[in-house]
């Protein structure tokens, strides 16, 4: 099994900037694709964003191209989404996920683990 904490979420004034940080126990996520979801009231979970377990392929929503990073540091377990230029359509609920083994994954049925989430809330 796989567990996966998130931290960093938060208030933020629109144009400020927040750090995500998801970390696994459990077992090791070095070979993993790892996504960032997001859902806000109403509506569905989107993937925001997704790496490779080698970091080298990276993917972004149209919405957050240019204003997030994602990266990951197998060493420690964690991946991370850096989020700047915040605007208030950014906020919502946001997890992290990982399939149950190592493929591309662009949907929320292509991954079967779940962070409990944290709630980030732009301010405008």
């Known amino acids: 099994q796989v567990q996966l904490v998130e931290s960093g979420g938060g208030l933020v004034q629109a144009g400020g900037s927040l750090r995500l940080s998801c970390t696994a126990s459990?077992?090791?996520?070095?070979?993993?694709?790892m996504g960032w979801f997001r859902q806000a009231p109403g509506k569905e979970r989107d993937l925001v964003a997704a790496i490779m377990w080698s970091g080298g392929s990276t993917y972004y929503a149209n919405s957050v191209k240019g204003r997030f990073t994602i990266s990951r540091d197998n060493a420690k377990n964690t991946v991370y989404l850096q989020m700047n230029s915040l605007k208030p359509e950014d906020t919502a609920v946001y997890y992290c996920?990982?399939?149950?083994?190592?493929?591309?994954?662009?949907?929320?049925?292509?991954?079967?683990?779940w962070g409990q989430g944290t709630q980030v809330t732009v301010s405008s």
């Open positions: 459990g077992r090791t996520l070095r070979s993993y694709t």
């Open positions: 996920a990982a399939p149950s083994y190592d493929r591309w994954a662009l949907t929320p049925d292509d991954y079967d683990y």
